[in-house]
């Protein structure tokens, strides 16, 4: 599973959030740690328009 978030990195917490919120609602559960994929440049891109995308490892519960 993965999603985008647009935001600063402390706020990432409420995406990660909405994404277990949704594994449960799927019946999934997660396999692994989540790993981030940094779009932005910190150094050049204000924090509100950070992009990051949140991949979660699923499996299907038994």
Not at 26 to 51: F, N, Q, W
Request: no cysteine; glycine share 4%; aromatic share 4%.
């Amino acid at each position: 599973m993965q999603m985008l978030h647009v935001g600063p990195y402390e706020r990432q917490k409420e995406t990660v959030t909405q994404m277990q919120a949704m594994m449960e609602e799927a019946g999934l559960k997660p396999r692994g740690p989540h790993h981030e994929v940094y779009l932005s440049d910190p150094r050049r891109v204000a924090p509100e328009k950070l992009r990051t995308i949140l991949r979660q490892p699923v499996r299907r519960k038994r």
